[in-house]
Structures are given as structure tokens and as C-alpha cells.
């Protein structure tokens, strides 16, 4: 087969299915909502856990989050060039269930 036939042919499915969109957000039945305004972490990388709570991760090298470490807990690092002293958390355990989240204080090796 020649590859303007193969894409010919895609495109006619690709096409195909676009014309069908009612079926694909009818299928799930879902809705969002808006569970927290703000969490305080910018959400770099996210995993959802099989318990129904997720990690969510950020960058610690680009100036603080908007989420305090607790108990007056601070990060010192001379190297770094943004923020030597940071009071905030860049990572957080949201549970679904109870709408409530955590900080986690994970420490990250240089």
C-alpha cells in the first residue's frame, strides 16, 4: 500500500470519529468539580495512588510555593541560586475522599 492511501485512510477515521464527539463525553457520564481553590504546589508532576490519593510534586530550585513546611521547618541550601532559605513545601499528599491534604517534607539529596 502506498502511504497516501494509508493516510488517506487515517484521515477518513480520524475524521469519522471526530463527527462522532457525542458518543465519547456521553460514554463516561462523568463531571468535574472544583474541589480546593489552591493547594499552595504547582503541580509539576502528579500521580494518582490506587487509595485515591494523589502526590503531586514541584520544582524546588525556582523561589517558594505558597505552602508553608510545618512546624517552622526550613530548607537551607547555600547553592541554591534563587532561594538559600525556604520555608515552603513542594510536594503534598491530597486525599480525595476527605478533601484534605498534607504536606510531605521529602528531602532531596544535591
Known sequence: ???????????????????QS????????GSWQLLQKSIGVSA?????L??????????TDF??????LPN????????DKNLQVDCTAYSVEDDVQSNTFRVLNGKIPH
Do not use: E
Not at 509539576?44 to 494518582?48: A, D, F, R, T, V
Not at 521547618?73 to 547555600?78: F, H, I, K
Open 72 to 79: 517552622g521547618q526550613c530548607r537551607n541550601d547555600p547553592n
Open 1 to 19: 500500500m502506498s502511504p497516501t492511501i494509508v493516510l488517506s485512510f487515517l484521515l477518513s477515521f480520524l475524521l469519522y470519529f471526530a463527527s
Open 22 to 29: 457525542c458518543c465519547f463525553t456521553s460514554a463516561a457520564g
Open 63 to 68: 523561589g517558594s510555593s505558597n505552602l508553608s
Open 50 to 59: 490506587n487509595n485515591d490519593r494523589l502526590i503531586l510534586f514541584d520544582r
Open 44 to 48: 509539576m508532576h502528579m500521580q494518582l
